[in-house]
């Protein structure tokens, strides 16, 4: 079972809220991604980093930050939600294959359902 | 177009079914495959994973990857209400490189 932990769970706010939702694993992995999922909709990427002090943008754009101070931690802040915002956040970790090992695969976080009213 | 198509379903079976879910794809590059599994409000995980084309194996499941019909597919056997979750396809073109993922198949088996 994976080690990659999200919290909190559930969040309900208010419009213009400041919020920062939390992904932690515990397996030493260099990559770390953030995904958005919506029901019937693709994962779509909307941050990643390969390593400490490394952070991109995804494919899907978006009003989110996120920070890599340590290699563990990856969190991803919104400034000011807004109801668009209301999605699922999934958070997930692999790490850079050697040749030969593994299956580089990406193990996800239960996710943070956000709901912005 | 998209990069990663797949049937979101719903997909109700009887118990003991055989189920076969599908994705195509337009990137002829890729050439890792995965399906993951996910219950309502949890994470994805992974249930299979596959490198180019053929066949693989894990007791009731079995990955099948058809590269030059850019098609991949799920096969379990003698379904049990324990495999009613969503499937997801994803693929990527070089390992550790971005994932591309289909929008998933909800699957009920019914006792």
């Known amino acids: 079972e994976a080690d990659i932990y999200q919290t909190p769970r559930y969040l309900v706010i208010g419009t213009g809220k400041k919020i920062t939702l939390e992904c932690s694993q515990t397996?030493?992995?260099?990559?770390m991604y953030w995904y958005q999922q919506d029901p019937g909709m693709e994962l779509h990427l909307i941050h990643y980093s390969y390593g400490v002090n490394s952070t991109e943008k995804g494919d899907l754009s978006s009003e989110s930050t996120v920070s890599r101070i340590r290699t563990e931690h990856f969190p991803l802040t919104l400034e000011s939600a807004r109801p668009s915002h209301t999605s699922q956040y999934l958070c997930?970790?692999?790490?850079?294959?050697?040749?030969?090992?593994?299956?580089?695969?990406?193990?996800f976080g239960p996710g943070t359902r956000l709901t912005v009213l | 177009q998209k990069e990663v198509e797949q049937d979101p379903g719903p997909l109700s079976v009887p118990e003991g079914a055989i189920v076969s879910l599908n994705c195509t794809y337009s990137?002829?590059?890729?050439?890792?495959f995965m399906w993951y599994r996910q219950y309502s409000r949890k994470g994805p995980e992974l249930l299979m994973y596959?490198?180019?084309?053929g066949n693989k194996e894990d007791g009731r499941f079995t990955a099948q990857v058809d590269k030059s019909s850019k098609y991949i597919s799920l096969f379990i056997r003698d379904s049990q209400p324990s495999d009613s979750a969503t499937y997801l396809c994803?693929?990527?073109?070089?390992?550790?490189?971005?994932?591309?993922f289909g929008t998933g198949t909800s699957l009920t088996v019914i006792p």
């Open positions: 397996m030493g992995h260099d990559k």
């Open positions: 990137n002829s590059a890729f050439q890792y």
């Open positions: 997930a970790s692999n790490d850079s294959p050697g040749a030969g090992q593994g299956t580089d695969t990406q193990y």
């Open positions: 994803a693929m990527s073109v070089s390992r550790g490189n971005q994932f591309y």
């Open positions: 596959t490198y180019s084309s």
